[in-house]
């Protein structure tokens, strides 16, 4: 299973934005013998009553890029995705009633600190 998913990942590495139809094909082809590999492995578990993984794949979502010959490295929405669960963490640690504005001003604050050790790096290298 995991070296599967290595060698699709290997072909995303070396592809460009958009997969030509034969990195699409083998990209495919890893990407099918990985699922079906990790769900071989579930079912194993499950039929011992283990839970061996405490995660949440997102295995239907990876079925997608079967749909497209775009390359997942290069085109993806990952980072939104953390964006938005990070923004939660921070709106259920507000109060209910002044949830909205507390957790824009947190998020806010948060940016600003980022965004001020970068500023911070690039000052030091100029130096």
């Given at each position: 299973?995991?070296?599967?998913?290595?060698?699709?990942?290997?072909?995303?590495?070396?592809?460009?934005?958009?997969?030509?139809?034969?990195?699409?094909?083998?990209?495919?082809?890893?990407?099918?013998?990985?699922?079906?590999s990790y769900n071989a492995l579930a079912q194993e578990a499950a039929a011992q009553g283990k839970r061996t993984w405490n995660l949440l794949p997102k295995h239907h979502a990876v079925t997608h890029y079967f749909d497209t010959k775009i390359n997942?490295?290069?085109?993806?929405?990952?980072?939104?995705?953390?964006?938005?669960?990070?923004?939660?963490?921070?709106?259920?640690?507000?109060?209910?009633?002044?949830?909205?504005?507390?957790?824009?001003?947190?998020?806010?604050?948060?940016?600003?600190?980022?965004?001020?050790?970068?500023?911070?790096?690039?000052?030091?290298?100029?130096?």
């Amino acid at each position: 299973m995991f070296k599967c998913f290595v060698d699709a990942d290997r072909i995303c590495r070396k592809a460009g934005r958009h997969f030509t139809r034969k990195e699409h094909a083998l990209f495919c082809f890893y990407l099918e013998k990985a699922l079906v590999s990790y769900n071989a492995l579930a079912q194993e578990a499950a039929a011992q009553g283990k839970r061996t993984w405490n995660l949440l794949p997102k295995h239907h979502a990876v079925t997608h890029y079967f749909d497209t010959k775009i390359n997942p490295r290069r085109i993806s929405c990952y980072q939104d995705e953390d964006m938005v669960g990070r923004v939660k963490k921070i709106y259920v640690a507000c109060h209910g009633s002044s949830a909205p504005q507390r957790s824009l001003q947190r998020y806010a604050i948060i940016a600003c600190l980022r965004w001020w050790a970068v500023l911070l790096k690039e000052r030091l290298s100029l130096k």
